[in-house]
T-cell receptor
Framework: NAGVMQNPRHLVRRRGQEARLRCSPM?????VYWYRQLPEEGLKFMVY????????ESGMPKERFSAEFPKEGPSILRIQQVVRGDSAAYFC???????????FGNGTRLTVT | QQQVKQSPQSLIVQKGGISIINCAYE??????FPWYQQFPGKGPALLIA?????SEKKEGRFTISFNKSAKQFSLHIMDSQPGDSATYFC????????????FGTGTSLTVIP
């Protein structure tokens, strides 16, 4: 009974490159959320998706960031032309319905050099 | 604007003591208040949660106290153990409007043997 799976666990990118973060939700969960965590800070909401739909992207920067959750396959958080300020831990969470607790993955730690 | 304010930022407690972490919110539309526990290198894990129709919920050594009129809720860890040393996050959500969770900034708890 696998939990939320995120990969890679660690990702190093040079400034200007693209970062792709993947998240496979728990079995039976069709709601996916992406959060960003900086050291000594809480979790900042980025985007909420259901299968093939973006429900709320109010926390995601308008430029360079995008997210998808296709009918088949994992959810992807994509960051284009990364900058040093994008360095953070990115957590994915899933839930079976829109009013259920969130189950988090172990995160992807992005370092931009 | 921080939707959920959490204090203290860090807490040191002797083994066997009581750890108390406090959170406050402004939006009266919030109707679900979970607490998450996070160990280094891991994702947050749901610890205990409460809805505003009750004033207290207890699960083992963990208790949530909820004060609806004051818009405050707190986590009490009784008989604190070194294994409880972790970062704790409170959160709040409106389950009927997209289930976006707002997190506090976290409390780093250290339990001294």
């Amino acid at each position: 009974n696998a939990g939320v799976m995120q990969n890679p666990r660690h990702l190093v990118r040079r400034r200007g490159q693209e970062a792709r973060l993947r998240c496979s939700p728990m079995k039976g969960h069709s709601h996916v959320y992406w959060y960003r965590q900086l050291p000594e800070e809480g979790l900042k909401f980025m985007v909420y998706l259901q299968k093939e739909n973006i429900i709320d992207e109010s926390g995601m920067p308008k430029e360079r960031f995008s997210a998808e959750f296709p009918k088949e396959g994992p959810s992807i958080l994509r960051i284009q032309q990364v900058v040093r300020g994008d360095s953070a831990a990115y957590f994915c969470a899933s839930s079976p319905t829109g009013d259920s607790p969130l189950h988090f993955g172990n995160g992807t730690r992005l370092t931009v050099t | 604007q921080q939707q959920v304010k959490q204090s203290p930022q860090s807490l040191i407690v002797q083994k066997g003591g009581i750890s108390i972490i406090n959170c406050a919110y402004e939006n009266t539309a919030f109707d679900y208040f979970p607490w998450y526990q996070q160990f280094p290198g891991k994702g947050p894990a749901l610890l205990i949660a409460i809805r505003p129709d009750v004033s207290e919920k207890k699960e083992g050594r963990f208790t949530i106290s909820f004060n609806k009129s004051a818009k405050q809720f707190s986590l009490h860890i009784m008989d604190s153990q070194p294994g409880d040393s972790a970062t704790y996050f409170c959160a709040a959500s409106m389950t009927n409007t997209g289930n976006q969770f707002y997190f506090g900034t976290g409390t780093s708890l250290t339990v001294i043997p």
